[in-house]
């Protein structure tokens, strides 16, 4: 089973590694800690989020000198560059150093162009699933992924665990032998791994996801959250 680790996300509050040392220290206590990926959101120098080719390279270097041979994944959400769909493709393109894998979010305008430019970098693709109409578009495509990420946008566990469900029950149909990788959002998130751990599914814990341990206490840092996921799931 995989265990993924995300780092930071969006998030800016403290303790949150936005740095790429900041990255490479968390990297390293996790992968210490039981993750076997490491998935990030690269910032700028200002904190920002980013896909500029300059700001890849420093997380991508810091982060392999940290935890090398890990596999490592980035982010190419769409409100990283504003919306604006040519930027994100030229920044893409422009990657001179470059992470194992992306995650690449079907409920977004513009995937199956991104996802060209990505294979042709020679990248691997994480497909973001949200809803069964995503998991429907992905098997139509007939693009080819590494891993599906199926991920509920609901802080409901109940909902979440349901729609999950749904999801990988369309992907069943369809015969699709991709992995799967569960994770959930905030107060959903351990609920929703302990579900996918049981069915046999990848998972993945850190600060993008949810801040807090399962007793409630806020998570010192990343590798404290998958600690716990790897006492209970691995």
Known sequence: MVLQVCLNGDRDEPGVPRTPHELAAAAAASVAAGASSVHAHPRDP??????????????????????????????????????????RA?????????????????????????????????????????????????????VDV????????TESAEE???IGHEIDAVLDAAGSKARRLHHGTGPATWDVIADAAQRGHDIRIGFEDVLT??????????????????????
């Not at 699933?129 to 992905?138: D, K, M, V």
């Not at 590494?146 to 946008?153: A, C, D, K, S, V």
């Open 90 to 142: 030229r920044a893409v393109g422009g990657w001179t150093e470059k992470p194992d894998l992306v995650s690449l979010n079907l409920s977004e305008e513009g995937w199956r162009e991104l996802a060209g430019v990505v294979r042709a970098r020679g990248i691997g693709i994480e497909a973001g699933i949200f809803t069964t109409l995503s998991a429907r578009e992905l098997v139509e495509s007939r």
């Open 213 to 234: 341990l399962p007793d409630g206490r806020r998570a010192p840092d990343n590798a404290a959250l998958v600690v716990e996921a790897a006492l209970r799931y691995a």
């Open 160 to 162: 979440a665990i349901a």
């Open 146 to 153: 590494h891993r599906i990420l199926i991920e509920p946008f």
């Open 46 to 87: 200002d904190g920002q989020e980013s896909l500029a080719p300059e700001d890849i390279a420093a997380a991508t270097r810091a982060l392999r000198a940290a935890v090398p041979g890990v596999e490592l994944s980035f982010s190419t959400g769409l409100w990283i560059t504003g919306g604006d769909l040519e930027a």
